[in-house]
């Protein structure tokens, strides 16, 4: 690896440790966004001069972000892992879920007895349908953008937007 490649991996480590992922989950992406070719978990952490039991709990998160996936390479038995360049969509539809989550709580506390007044519960439920509009949209847009770039393909349905999910329609 070229002295640039480890800074640009060093560097994505510590721009998602600012975002609550551990480093290492973001020098992870850092290499598959730099990676040719599938890599096994051993040649993950042989690369990053880290343990391989770190390696596969990191992986194991950012296939759950769902930034990373799995892969296989027909005759070997090990493990591969890639940039799932659909993990982008997948991000924002966690963000939305979690909108969507964080609204429902709110609105079970309003209809407790006595809560029905709360301002700043109010205001939350709004938010989370403000910010969870947003993000669907965003998210519509980025399929649609994604979908038009030369070489790119989703491999996934588009899921549906916020309203439709409320709405029931598709």
């Known amino acids: 690896m070229s002295a640039e490649e480890e800074r640009f991996i060093e560097s994505m480590g510590l721009f998602f440790e600012r ?8 020098r992870i992406l850092g290499l ?3 990676a040719d070719e ?12 880290v343990s391989p039991a770190s ?6 998160q950012l296939q759950t972000s769902g930034t990373v996936e799995p892969a296989s390479i027909p005759g070997d038995r090990r493990h591969y892992y890639v940039f799932n360049s659909v993990g982008w969509d997948h991000r924002l539809e966690l963000a939305v879920s979690a909108m969507d989550a964080l609204s429902r709580l709110c609105q079970d506390a309003l209809a407790s007895p ?3 007044k709360r301002v700043k519960l109010r205001e939350t439920v709004e938010f989370c349908a403000f ?16 979908a038009r770039k030369p070489g790119t393909q989703a491999t996934r349905a588009p899921s549906p937007s916020a309203r439709q999910r409320r709405s029931g329609t598709r």
């Open 32 to 34: 598959l966004l730099l």
């Open 55 to 60: 390696v596969s709990t990191n992986i194991r």
């Open 131 to 146: 910010y969870s509009e947003e993000l669907s949209g965003a998210a519509e847009r980025w399929r649609a953008r994604f």
């Open 114 to 116: 006595g809560r029905g």
């Open 19 to 26: 975002q609550g992922v551990p480093r290492i989950g973001g």
């Open 38 to 49: 599938p890599l096994a978990l051993g040649e993950i952490a042989r690369l990053l001069r």
